[in-house]
């Protein structure tokens, strides 16, 4: 077991995600649940886009620029568009946080390289079911000032349906803590590792670990050229290990707490060639508590734009829970939106004096009130149900690089416009 965080995340918002849609419908994303009704949904990509990219929580120098990809054209797929193969070597992939915390596919390198994603999102499901609720739409008073101007002899708004759902969504966040900030790639060619070394800046005595493996390297390259055999020609077939405790350790302008170059013997061969190479970057605690704490700002701060509109989707219940080697949780499905009225009655009693006379008026009160309710089941009464406070939130995940072993521990905080009960 390892460090976990898992977030369940309910949050109000309106038609947040479109589907493709036919001639003038637009149509929202939808999906059928076991009642047999259907729900609209925010699919987790439009959830990581709108983390990284409307939340603001994330520079515009942390996202990756389209100069990182390259397009791989295929006539059955179309353009398909991945991380070019070089950056994995050069350590500039380590500078994002997004393909950090989301992973990402490489198609073009030899083996193909992927990473599992450390952080894993749900798709967002409505809580209330969906009736078709739409409305008429055209550009009326644009049509109006092309006619005026003499661009068309009639008027003809540009019209189209919309579907809208205003509704409470749910979702789940599940990050391994323990592989943000780590990342191994793949090579069979001697090559990569030489850019890696070439772009790795290090001092002290991994400085001198690194002259030492490329004079290995080196030395081999020259023994290919006469036709020697590879094992006697110093093929660094022995681990790179360099630590920052032996010195600075940079790459891509990525500072480094650890770095392994580890050689992969080819196990059918008689031979003691390498079949491939194996490079593990750590960045270290700091840079993963760093970026898995912007992360949780993200989500505090969720906003997503869309058709001219910016909602936002902080939440109206939070229940966070963090976990050093103990089986973790979510509370998703457990959590159920009540839909209450209550009606309080009560008699307000009113005395003064009038006119040297003693005057009692009685005023009898009628108070409604209709708000949500959501019943979380399987939590104990005794936790304490906090107003959410971004401060308080953190200081919990917190827990996770301060605490020791065998911490379990679920936390529940919600927004003051709703009602949270635990059963």
Do not use: C
Request: charge should be neutral.
């Amino acid at each position: 077991m390892a460090r976990f965080l898992v977030m369940d995340v309910v949050f109000y918002g309106s038609s947040l995600n479109y589907d493709q849609g036919s001639g003038n419908y637009q149509e929202l994303k939808k999906i059928t649940r076991w009642d047999g009704r259907q729900y609209t949904l925010v699919s987790r990509y439009a959830l990581r886009y709108s983390m990284l990219n409307d939340s603001e929580v994330f520079k515009q120098d942390e996202l990756a620029p389209g100069a990182v990809f390259i397009k791989e054209s295929d006539k059955s797929k179309g353009d398909v568009f991945n991380p070019k193969p070089d950056v994995l070597f050069t350590g500039e992939i380590l500078k994002y946080p997004e393909f950090d915390l989301f992973g990402y596919l490489v198609t073009k390198s030899e083996p193909t390289q992927s990473r599992t994603a450390p952080v894993r999102i749900s798709h967002a499901v409505s809580m209330t079911p969906f009736y078709y609720d739409s409305h008429f739409n055209g550009n009326h008073w644009i049509a109006q000032r092309a006619l005026k101007a003499g661009l068309t002899t009639k008027l003809e708004p540009n019209l189209f349906t919309a579907e809208e759902h205003y509704s409470y969504y749910i979702y789940t966040v599940v990050v391994d803590v323990d592989q943000v900030g780590r990342f191994s790639v793949f090579t069979t060619k001697i090559d990569n590792v030489k850019t890696v070394l070439d772009n790795l800046k290090a001092e002290g005595k991994n400085a001198k670990k690194v002259t030492e493996y490329k004079g290995l390297i080196e030395n081999d390259s020259k023994n290919k050229k006469k036709g020697k055999n590879e094992s006697k020609g110093g093929t660094p077939t022995t681990e790179l290990v360099l630590i920052s405790k032996d010195g600075k350790i940079e790459i891509g302008n990525v500072h480094l707490e650890e770095l392994r170059i580890i050689p992969i013997l080819d196990p059918t061969s008689n031979k003691e060639g390498v079949k491939l190479y194996e490079i593990q970057f750590d960045l270290g605690e700091e840079a993963r508590r760093e970026r898995i704490l912007k992360l949780i700002e993200a989500v505090l701060n969720l906003k997503r734009k869309i058709k001219g509109r910016t909602e936002f989707l902080t939440p109206k219940l939070l229940i966070l829970g963090v976990y050093n080697n103990k089986p973790y949780q979510t509370f998703k499905d457990r959590i159920q939106l009540l839909d209450e009225y209550s009606e309080e009655e009560y008699d307000e009693i009113e005395e003064r004096e009038e006119d040297g006379k003693k005057v009692v008026r009685i005023r009898h009160v009628v108070s409604k009130n209709r708000k949500p309710v959501f019943l979380v089941a399987g939590l104990s009464e005794g936790i304490d149900i906090a107003e959410l406070d971004e401060s308080k939130v953190l200081s919990t995940v917190e827990k996770l690089f301060n605490a020791g072993k065998g911490l379990s521990e679920v936390k529940v905080f919600k927004d003051p416009s709703v009602e949270v009960r635990l059963k």
